[in-house]
């Protein structure tokens, strides 16, 4: 598994729940792969937000790791960013985005 950001959270279907659909603020999860060149370039926009934003969580789930579960949520393409609130997914977005795009979707 890849060594994320310290305040990005890793999930896995361990932990899925507890860290994004049991969270009391609004949550980002990205689906990527370590080696998928606009998932590396997605990366800094997540970063900037997890710093910036304390009010939102960001989480990154690794498909390759976990491409069953992956499935379960439709992942066809990478990156793929779903935002949840109150355990619920309200927005997706595929492919590479900017950071006020991301923000927007859970604001």
Known sequence: ME?????IVAV???NFGTE???CDKPVLVTFYAN????CRMQQP???SIADKHPE????KLDVEEYTAFAQEFGI????????FK???KVKRATGLRLENVLLNMVQ
Request: proline share 9%; net charge negative.
């Open 3 to 7: 060594i994320v950001k310290e305040n």
């Open 12 to 14: 896995t279907p361990d």
């Open 20 to 22: 994004v659909l049991q």
């Open 35 to 38: 080696w998928d060149q606009p």
């Open 45 to 47: 926009a997540l970063d």
């Open 56 to 59: 939102i969580k960001v989480c």
């Open 76 to 83: 066809m393409m990478i990156p793929t960013t779903i935002a």
């Open 86 to 88: 109150n355990g619920k």
